[in-house]
């Protein structure tokens, strides 16, 4: 083996490196991208949940119970509710996860100690929210009510899992994941397969427009992704009991929208990359994200504010609280309407963008 021919090769590979500017920026980002979301985003501490404070009791000592609760971290008290119909009003709709209710003998329970005198009510579609229940069961009403114990002092009412299954809350979640996968990355790879191929200039020779050429590569992969979702929640259904309470029909609809959204992306991926392997780093630089940030991994109400600002612009956020708000607390498209908006816009940016691309190069 010959040491200067060993290195003039390394010296090549190194150079074509350097002039592959995508890749040379893909091995700088992704490390740079994994060590800021998992050292700043991520934070498994649950901090500053949504809740509202139900105070049947209204009195000196429930007052001051509600300040605590409200000076800690772990809840975010956005309001004061009249009655049970709105506190479950709230939870279906996904505005809270949980319900904070004190029951008019507050101070006899108190004073007693034979029942619990603080009841929460929390949204088990999350499982995050089911790990802080833990932590607020242990809220010390000590000072309140003699030797109690915490345990006998706060009730946890799950809504939603009462069995506290991991599967009822990972098989939806799990949908948003395999289209996060599969459509991006198949879209990102279909014009670029067609310019190694030699047929994206036989295409340029024909009178096709940009928005036939992009309509044409997605419309074939809607139907996949639909099959994709009937799998999931077919099989999830059948092996993990895993309830569907809301309209089938509204699910599909969203998942469509999702859909679209993650095509969009493809598309405009591939505009981007010149190989198919660049446009397969590009889909995964951008699927870590999304996992790790929507809500489906870590809690997303503990991460800090600018992380969470770039989970409201990823698709599968908002997918995610549509699937689970649908599927496993019987909401409707109307109560999640805000979501649905998110992922329409996403989808006419990213595809308006990617028809601009792509008519530059038809041009």
């Known amino acids: 083996m010959s040491l200067r021919r060993l290195l003039s090769i390394v010296i090549k590979e190194l150079r074509q490196l350097r002039r592959d500017r995508l890749t040379f920026a893909m091995i700088i980002g992704i490390p ?15 901090r500053h ?15 001051e119970l509600v300040a605590e ?25 996904g505005r809270i996860s949980v319900g904070v209710v004190i029951p008019p003998d507050f101070e006899n329970r108190l004073e007693r100690g034979d029942r ?17 229940a833990r932590q607020l069961a242990a809220f010390p009403l000590v000072q309140l009510r003699g030797n109690a114990t915490p345990a006998a ?43 190694e191929r030699g047929n994206l200039e036989m295409l340029i020779a024909t009178p096709v427009s940009p928005w036939e050429l992009t309509l044409g590569k997605v419309l074939p992969f809607i139907a996949i992704g639909l099959v994709q979702v009937s799998l999931v929640l077919a099989l999830g259904k059948l092996i993990f009991a895993v309830p569907l309470r809301g309209s089938v029909f509204d699910i599909y ?47 997303y109400a503990g991460m800090p504010r600018a992380a ?4 409201e612009i990823l698709p599968m956020t908002h997918f995610l609280r549509l699937i689970r708000g649908i599927a496993l607390r019987g909401a409707t498209l109307a109560d999640l309407w805000t979501e649905l908006a998110a992922l329409a816009a996403f989808s006419t940016i990213m595809l308006g963008i990617a028809v601009m691309r792509v ?3 038809l041009d």
């Open 32 to 46: 740079t991208m994994q060590l800021l979301l998992f050292g700043f985003a991520i934070n498994l501490d649950v």
């Open 49 to 63: 949940l949504d809740a509202a404070v139900l105070d049947q009791a209204n009195t000196a000592r429930s007052r």
């Open 116 to 132: 619990a005198a603080l009841q929460l009510v929390v949204d088990g579609s999350d499982q995050v929210v089911q790990q802080a």
């Open 153 to 195: 002092a706060v009730e946890v009412v799950n809504f939603y899992n009462p069995e506290r299954r991991a599967p009822v809350n990972t098989v939806p979640g799990l949908v948003g994941v395999i289209l996060t996968m599969t459509m991006v990355m198949f879209t990102a790879m279909a014009l670029v397969r067609e310019r």
């Open 253 to 299: 609809l969203a998942a469509l929208l999702f859909i679209i959204a993650s095509l969009a992306l493809g598309v405009f991926l591939s505009t981007l990359a010149r190989t198919q392997f660049q446009a397969m780093q590009l889909a995964f630089f951008t699927f870590l994200p999304q996992i790790l940030l929507s809500g489906f991994m870590f809690p």
């Open 69 to 93: 609760l409200g000076a800690g971290q772990v809840l975010n008290l956005r309001s004061a509710l009249s009655s049970p119909q709105q506190l479950d009003e709230l939870l279906r709709e």
């Open 308 to 311: 969470q600002w770039l989970a």
């Open 359 to 361: 008519s530059k190069r």
